[in-house]
């Protein structure tokens, strides 16, 4: 009785939890860091302000939990396409295709997650997220150099060069403002993918530049 006590109670913090992490997500997505109160997502996961600051001591703990949790559910989508079948052009092109598509599809949360002023704290975990997605990019171009459908280069330089131009495209300062279609959208995505295509892949005139790791 006791153990089946104690799993009960491990469950019900757990959804608890869940609740107030699945509340967050959903207020940031919808209106972004400043407009998800704490007491917000209390109201909107069926607790007590009060709960939510026992799971989590700071609004800014909260925050960087919902961009941890979030952006891993990104980035695993992104490694498997890297690490699937194809040639190495092929899979970076659909990686960076996949992440603008759901970019786009949620472009107020990926805002959040790339761009929105934010305590120290929550821009430590989108600080892990961008250098994580940038290792996995780093790993295609490798493949890619060594499969002789790139030429040498640095590659952490390339692959950092790469995020920080598909983020800043898709929910950057300098992204268009109005994807009033899909045809606008499909767009946007093509161009960013055929932009980060030349950038890794075309050979500089008079000059070999082998700085690959």
Known sequence: MTYRKTEGI???????????????RRLVAEGGFQEASVAAVAALAGVATGTVYRYFPSKAELFAEVVSQTSQRELEIV???IFSEGTPSDRLAAAIRAFAARALRGRRLAYALVAEPVDPEVDVARLKYRRALG????TIIEQGIRANEFP???VAVSAAALVGAFMEALVGPLSPESLA???DKTALIEAIVGFCLRAVACRPKGEVIALSR
Request: glycine share 4%; net charge neutral; charged share 35%.
């Open 135 to 138: 290792r996995v990019f780093e």
């Open 10 to 24: 491990k469950e019900q913090l757990a959804d608890k939890r869940s609740r107030i992490l699945n509340a967050a």
């Open 79 to 81: 490694a498997g396409i």
């Open 152 to 154: 040498p280069q640095n």
């Open 181 to 183: 279609t899909d045809e």
